[in-house]
């Protein structure tokens, strides 16, 4: 889907980051700002309301996506692993 992507070089396969590190922020800050973005794209593209649904609210949607990337895991390279209580 490519919601929101990162440059793996930067950030290794399976490298642990600190929770609350200056690169596992940034790539939250990434993930909500994309939510956002991807929300608003659908409220604008008129194709919720073509077929009688209404545009998903945040948490909706940020689970959706969550939820497609652990289905798809499998056909993406891994990504960095984050210990915390937040996610």
Do not use: N
Request: net charge negative; aromatic share 6%.
């Amino acid at each position: 889907m490519h919601v929101c992507t990162y440059v793996p070089s930067q950030i290794g396969a399976g490298q642990e980051l600190p929770a609350g590190g200056e690169e596992e922020l940034e790539i939250r800050a990434a993930t909500i700002t994309a939510v956002e973005d991807l929300k608003d794209a659908l409220s604008k593209s008129g194709r919720c309301q073509a077929v009688g649904a209404a545009v998903p609210i945040t948490i909706q949607l940020d689970w959706f996506l969550w939820e497609v990337g652990e289905r798809e895991r499998e056909a993406h390279p891994p990504a960095h692993h984050t210990l915390t209580i937040y996610y």
